[in-house]
């Protein structure tokens, strides 16, 4: 299967600290995206990094990409009680869908 | 910011019944796309729709289920007979070019409720 799967399943913070979470895939991509989905909501598009980038910087998000272990990590830095979501890596199944892994949920601690 | 709509937000049909389920992609956006969500599952890829025509459907897209881009702006995808398992958040989602490559853009979401 071409789907990412993400770990932890679930992450529990202090307000202010850093949130890491990792992604890791079976087959070759050619691109590698991470959303964000608040309970109940729709997901939003966080970031797309290419594989042939190792690292991309959006805002407090910093995502990289080591195609040879094939695997990715959002890191969410200096975190507020805003980013309590879902996380999903995403990756290209075929040029005509992207399949989702099963996400990490986030919860920031005020 | 341009979004892409969805309604209803929340539908409860018997089982058996036909249900539609409606999107506006953002305008310029060329790919068109269904998951679901089914209550603390996965998010799974239905269908994707590209030039009018089906580009790939999962497993889960059976003859139960159809696409169509009726005039132009709107998007739905009908359920012909549902089923109790049907029950689930479906999410459109559009892209400006292949979302391999642009990343899509989701609607909220339409719950289904089938009872």
């Known amino acids: ?35 964000r989905q608040n309970s109940g909501r729709g997901l939003v598009h966080l970031i797309l990094i290419r594989s042939n980038e190792r690292e991309k910087h959006s805002g407090r998000l910093r995502v990289t990409l080591d195609t040879s272990k094939k695997s990715s990590s959002l890191l969410i830095t200096a975190s507020r009680a805003a980013d309590t979501a879902s996380y999903f890596c995403a990756t290209d199944s075929s040029a005509s869908k992207i399949i989702f892994g099963s996400g990490t949920r986030l919860s920031i601690r005020p | 910011e341009p979004e892409v709509t969805q309604t209803p937000s929340h539908q409860v049909t018997q089982m058996g019944q036909e249900v539609i389920l409606r999107c506006v992609p ?49 998007f739905t995808l009908k359920i012909r007979s549902t089923k109790l398992e049907d029950s689930a958040m479906y999410f459109c989602a559009s892209s400006e070019g292949t979302g391999r490559d642009y990343g899509y853009t989701f609607g909220s979401g339409t719950r289904l409720t089938v009872v």
Request: hydrophobic share 30%; aromatic share 16%; charged share 20%.
């Open chain 2, 26 to 74: 953002i305008s310029n956006h060329l790919y068109f796309y269904w998951y679901r969500q089914i209550l603390g599952q996965k998010v799974e890829f239905l269908v994707s729709f590209y030039n009018n025509e089906i580009s790939e459907k999962s497993e889960i897209f059976d003859d139960q289920f159809s696409v169509e881009r009726p005039d132009g702006s709107n």
């Open chain 1, 1 to 35: 299967s071409q789907q990412g799967e993400e770990d932890p399943q679930a992450l529990s913070i202090q307000e202010g600290e850093n949130a890491t979470m990792n992604c890791s895939y079976k087959t070759s991509i050619n691109n590698l995206q991470w959303y």
